[in-house]
DNA sequence: CGGAAATGTTGATGTGGATCAAACCAATTA
DNA sequence: TAATTGGTTTGATCCACATCAACATTTCCG
């Protein structure tokens, strides 16, 4: 009588756990793998972690193994230079790879801090390497989710050495509002999890200057903002923003 | 008597064109290859390049379909905003690899520029795929080269978020004595191959900018410059310019 | 060669965003 | 309910770099 319950209670577990049952799967690596492959993934996958608010995923220097697939949450990553100065250099959510950082040098180039209650999948890297040799279209995948990571940083490249503060403010916004739309939330109202403080750092801003646009936008009327509520009230305004000539 | 006098050319042909006897194998997708790797690697890359100065290797939007090792020469890989503005986001020199920002969107998302008359091998990415799956330590090394490419551009994300003007040029001038050494080159005097107003949207700061920099630089004895012509005098003294607050 | 175009230098002036400073607000904790 | 803490807003002032402008130098090319 005691057998069955225990087995069900792995099978649970092992349910939770599993690629091929996980709301991500579509912008996870699990993308575009048949039922078969999933399976091999699942075997890869075997362990979730919780990452406590403010804790961190991996550190700057940090030996590399594994890299991490957002689960739940959202989260930072950080440089750090001699002098102490650090800069946010990207914002993560649920389906995002952390860690790729790590593979050029074998250890890890930056810190990746939860900014609320967060879980990740860990990814042990030799096993992906391993399955990836086997499944061409896991090989596939991974190799674009590494090249779209270099085309990110392109744009906050592009952001950061040729935008005005309220270029960058815009783009940073319909960005997010982008990508919680293609997570299934709301295009038009979202709560930050970043304090003003992190937006500045990651757009090259003080934290002064980025109230002040989001107050000017919202005087504007392109968005509304309370604290870390944000309602974009007008997209193609904000869009506007972005191209036009100080005024 | 014509025969092996056609072999030859042939042979010498090869020889040219091979992978194995190439002097970058120990920068370049070679490394650390056994001899019959590198053979496979010389089936892979059957083609050269010759890319004037002022042509491009690929182009913004154009269909992905290779990578780009560079052979010879020096490249610039530049963005262009919708209203024209445009930023250089990287500059390239023997060794380094081209197109990898291709891979994500199966389309180039940058445009590369000669800067000089320079040679590269084009690099089927088909193929590079399928070998790697076969060879692990390609594997590895290819993913290790994007990763670095992840980790470059976090270092410029740095370079405009958080650094002056006087720390931009400095960290710049240091990068690039760095790859010459590495490469075999001075590390103390070297030619520009950019204009100042390509350093300058590189980053992020005007071309005079650049110049009024180079100019103090000089009189504070840390470098000589004539033109494109660089010597660096007091690389310690560069160094320290890095993390010094405003004097 | 010589003239035009591109590139580089340097000076004078302007300005966007930084810095400094003071409240204000929300969430905890006592 | 008050006190504390971390974050946000807003105003006043400052400065690093941009902009505008004039000229010097190099490179290109008929």
Chains 1, 2 share one sequence.
């Not at 349910?15 to 492959?37: T, V, W, Y």
């Not at 406590?52 to 991490?68: A, N, Q, T, W």
């Not at 949450?73 to 995002?96: I, P, S, Y």
């Not at 939330?185 to 304090?195: D, I, Q, V």
């Amino acid at each position: 009588m005691s057998a069955p319950k225990l087995a069900r209670v792995i099978d649970i577990h092992a349910l939770k756990n599993a690629c091929s049952s996980c709301s991500l799967r579509e912008m996870c690596l699990p993308i575009g793998l048949s039922q078969d492959e999933i399976d091999k993934l699942d075997q890869m996958v075997y362990t979730r972690k919780r990452v406590k608010r403010g804790d961190s995923v991996y550190r700057s220097e940090e030996k590399f193994g594994s890299l991490y697939a957002v689960r739940s949450g959202f989260f930072k990553t950080t440089l750090v230079m001699e002098d102490g100065r650090d800069q946010v250099t990207g914002f993560h959510m649920a389906g995002d790879m952390l860690g790729m950082d790590g593979i050029g040098a074998d250890q890890h180039s930056c810190n990746a801090v939860a900014l609320e209650d967060s879980e990740v999948c860990v990814i042990p890297y030799g096993r992906l390497e391993e399955l990836s040799r086997e499944v061409y279209v896991l090989q596939q995948h991974f190799h674009k989710v590494m090249s779209r990571e270099i085309v990110r940083e392109h744009g906050v490249m592009l952001l950061l050495g040729s935008m005005r503060a309220e270029e960058r403010l815009a783009a940073f916004l319909l960005n997010l509002s982008q990508r919680f739309t293609s997570r299934g939330y709301s295009a038009s109202e979202f709560n930050l999890r970043m304090t003003r403080e992190e937006i500045g750092s990651y757009l090259g801003l003080k934290l002064e200057t980025v109230s002040r646009t989001f107050s000017k936008f919202q005087e504007d009327g392109l968005i509304g903002v309370q604290q870390k509520n944000i309602r974009i009230v007008d997209s193609e305004g904000l869009k506007s923003v972005l191209g036009r000539d100080p005024s």
